[in-house]
């Protein structure tokens, strides 16, 4: 029971004893509650409890599987890309003044999908924008996100022509 005095000791000890008790006791009501809910609180059961565990290989960090790309699929990854090539041709060797741009290229990328080299070579039958073509064209192999492979490199090879006429 909460008592207040109405006496000209407002700050002693004696008249807030009612209310310290009183906020003891539902303190210690709430630990009581806390504790018992959960100690009866049984933990949820996994959400694959009735299923039998996967099988797993033996190998890798657990981390599931990944698509894994072939050497046709990559391949297939730097084809799609051409459209992007032949701005490259048409911007730095058609428009300056060359007939026929020839693009020649080999990409080698490892296992997790990184493009270890690219080798380029660029022949322009007019002109001198060979270097800038080729640089055009690794930079945009570059930004290909190739996936995981299971062999430990790929080469690809790729070529080709765009001309103007």
């Known amino acids: 029971m909460l008592t207040f005095r109405t006496d000209s000791t407002a700050g002693s000890p004696r008249r807030?004893?009612?209310?310290?008790?009183?906020?003891?006791?539902?303190?210690?009501?709430?630990?009581?509650?806390?504790?018992?809910?959960?100690?009866?609180?049984?933990?949820?059961?996994?959400?694959?409890?009735?299923?039998?565990?996967?099988?797993?290989?033996?190998?890798?960090?657990?981390?599931?599987?990944?698509?894994?790309?072939?050497?046709?699929?990559?391949?297939?990854?730097?084809?799609?890309?051409?459209?992007?090539?032949?701005?490259?041709?048409?911007?730095?060797?058609?428009?300056?003044?060359?007939?026929?741009v020839d693009i020649s290229t080999r990409v080698t990328i490892n296992n997790r999908?990184?493009?270890?080299?690219?080798?380029?070579?660029?022949t322009l039958d007019k002109g001198d924008g060979a270097p800038k073509v080729k640089d055009c064209v690794d930079t945009l192999i570059r930004t290909i996100s190739f996936p995981p492979s299971e062999a430990p490199l790929i080469t690809i090879d790729r070529n080709w022509t765009i001309s103007s006429g």
């Open 16 to 100: 807030w004893a009612g209310g310290r008790r009183l906020l003891q006791g539902v303190a210690a009501g709430a630990l009581m509650f806390l504790l018992a809910v959960g100690a009866s609180a049984q933990p949820a059961p996994p959400k694959d409890a009735g299923k039998p565990a996967a099988k797993s290989k033996g190998k890798g960090k657990g981390r599931g599987k990944k698509p894994k790309g072939t050497a046709a699929t990559l391949s297939q990854m730097l084809t799609d890309k051409s459209s992007l090539v032949q701005d490259c041709a048409s911007l730095h060797g058609l428009d300056k003044g060359a007939g026929r």
């Open 113 to 122: 999908g990184q493009v270890i080299s690219i080798n380029t070579h660029v």
